[in-house]
């Protein structure tokens, strides 16, 4: 009896032990603030504005209002904050100032290689296509700067694989998609534990080195420029089942985990128009360096680069010339050790500050790392060493690769010279204006078709609109590369351009539809369309496009071209093969 007596009071014991240790432990996380900062701020002559990228809200799967989001932004001390909702600008009527928060619309596209999050752009009437080198041109063509977006998620369909597309697109380094997704369920378990008692601490816990990403970064960056910047990805909003989602994590704890910092030459204006422009500016050149700020206050680091009385900064390109140094420092943490490295590879590293007197050409970037904590607290984007003649050749690697002039047409289908056999089709809250034909349109003078629509808008009980004018004639197109044709339009909008082949497994009459877009201008444009470049979304596909069992050429108008409600005109000629 007394055995058990005392086995009972040593179990009593063993619980309340645990139970203090446990509530020690929780006090502790609880009262867990961000580490102190400490040194003199640098002074480099450049303005830092802090705030965060890659935001979602409820125009599309976002958990909150772009209202909720600019509110969070506030209350996480944020000075600017972009709002990138999946393939639309929905919410530009609320781009500008909020409470001294300023709020920039972007978006992020979705394509074939991956998501970019492009910046910098109006709202257009035409819908991003889906197709990645579309998404670029678009994004270069309304004036903006692209992203890639989640670069190396462990998620297959969201992984970038468009490494060697043209442009000077930019990479997103740290990502919080790919940020949990990487973390594993043990991490993710502690996390969500920890995360009433103190949301900071809990989120620095899910976070895992990028070390590959920077690697893949590091191998870019030996080509051309690539701006680089961390990813919010921010939704405020997880998925528990299909019809329940619950707020977690907030937009605010999610902004104050990771930020960008961007170093502009002036501050602000305070007019909304410009200041957006210089952020993105600022974004799209690499004047800007990635902040753990969960971890510390990142606001006054520095890099530069000084000679003869010249000082440069991130995103800057500077000849290797005699005197040249690199300097790193700002306020930081008790221990903080900051590290440069060259093309990849460390060249110095220091407590609190790095001088190093340039060894010669290259890519130099620094990272600051904090004791116990293995992601990098700080990672910069790069000064570039390099002479006149190297600087220019990095720079031709990252322009823009002119289009080819389209190839001449071998074979003439329709010149649209009186007669033709393309019919015009519409549902019923879309139309196409008659005549298809204009006698002096085309681009010798003479006829074209023309395409005008008025693109009706969906309900839920008639989801799909369209305008298109189609040719029926059964073909056999063997032997022939792709379609070239002239098109123009009184504005810029998408069409579709559809060969379609028999598919006896296809739901769409035995058909499969194969497509590519265009993008239309107000000037005549030659423009070739490869059958190999064409791409089919149909689930009963058998993967392969048979020139030899061709039914329809179709130019089509829907709502993942443009947007409903889109009246215009769209003319083609000279339509043919090659």
Avoid at 471 to 496: C, E, M, N, P, Q
Avoid at 517 to 539: C, E, G, K, Y
Wanted: proline share 7%; net charge neutral; charged share 25%.
């Amino acid at each position: 009896m007394g055995r058990r007596v005392t086995s009972r009071r040593l179990a009593v014991s063993g619980l309340l032990l645990a139970a203090v240790v446990v509530g020690l432990l929780a006090l502790r996380i609880a009262r867990w603030r961000p580490l102190p900062v400490e040194g003199a701020a640098p002074e480099d002559g450049f303005t830092r504005m802090r705030g965060v990228v890659h935001v979602h809200t409820t125009l599309s799967d976002g958990g909150g209002t772009p209202e909720e989001v600019a509110e969070a932004a506030k209350r996480a001390g944020l000075r600017f904050v972009f709002i990138t909702d999946h393939n639309n600008l929905d919410a530009k009527p609320f781009e500008g100032e909020h409470g001294g928060v300023l709020v920039v619309v972007g978006t992020e596209i979705s394509t074939t290689a991956g998501h970019l999050v492009g910046l910098g752009i109006p709202d257009p009437v035409f819908r991003f296509s889906g197709d990645a080198l579309d998404a670029l041109d678009d994004v270069r063509s309304l004036g903006g700067v692209a992203f890639a977006a989640h670069p190396l998620s462990p998620r297959a369909d969201f992984r970038w694989t468009g490494w060697d597309l043209p442009g000077p697109w930019g990479i997103e380094l740290m990502n919080g998609d790919s940020q949990w997704r990487s973390a594993g369920w043990l991490r993710l378990l502690r996390t969500a534990a920890l995360y009433r008692l103190n949301a900071r601490y809990a989120l620095l816990g899910s976070m895992t080195p990028p070390d590959e990403t920077l690697a893949r970064w590091d191998t870019l960056l030996a080509r051309r420029e690539v701006p680089g910047i961390a990813g919010t990805d921010a939704h405020a909003r997880l998925v528990i089942r299909k019809d329940r989602a619950v707020r977690f994590p907030s937009y605010e704890s999610l902004f104050a985990l990771v930020q960008d910092h961007v170093v502009l030459d002036r501050p602000l204006s305070g007019n909304p128009g410009p200041d957006g422009e210089a952020i993105v500016a600022a974004l799209a050149r690499g004047r800007v360096y990635v902040g753990l700020d969960a971890l510390a206050p990142a606001d006054d680091f520095s890099f530069t680069a000084e000679a003869g009385g010249r000082r440069f900064t991130m995103g800057d390109t500077v000849p290797p010339e005699s005197g040249l140094k690199l300097r790193a420092r700002g306020r930081m943490p008790s221990g903080s050790r900051v590290s440069l490295r060259r093309d990849g590879a460390v060249v110095a590293e220091a407590e609190r500050q790095v001088e190093l007197a340039v060894p010669g050409p290259g890519v130099y970037r620094a990272e600051v790392h904090v004791p116990g904590w293995a992601t990098p607290w700080i990672v910069s984007n790069p000064i570039y060493v390099f002479d006149p003649e190297a600087a220019a050749a990095r720079a031709r690697r990252a322009a823009w690769a002119p289009e080819a002039p389209a190839p001449p047409a071998t074979e003439l289908i329709d010149g649209f010279e009186g007669s033709t056999r393309f019919q015009p089709g519409a549902d019923d809250r879309s139309r196409v204006e008659l005549p298809l034909l204009d006698p002096r349109a085309g681009v010798d003078g003479r006829g074209a078709i023309r395409l005008g629509f008025h693109l009706g808008v969906p309900a839920p009980d008639h989801p799909h609109t369209y305008c298109a004018v189609v040719d029926w004639t059964h073909r056999d197109l063997t032997g022939h590369a792709g379609l070239v044709f002239s098109i123009k339009a009184d504005g810029v909008y998408r069409v579709w351009m559809q060969v379609r082949d028999a598919n006896p497994a296809s739901t769409d009459e035995g058909t499969e539809w194969w497509f590519a877009s265009i993008r239309t201008s107000s000037q005549w444009q030659r423009t070739a369309v490869p059958f190999d470049r064409l791409r089919s979304i149909n689930p009963h596909t058998d993967g392969r496009l048979d020139l030899d069992k061709v039914r329809a050429i179709v130019f089509v108008i829907d709502r993942g071209a443009d947007k409903p409600g889109t009246d215009g005109t769209v003319w083609i000629d000279e339509l043919g093969l090659y």
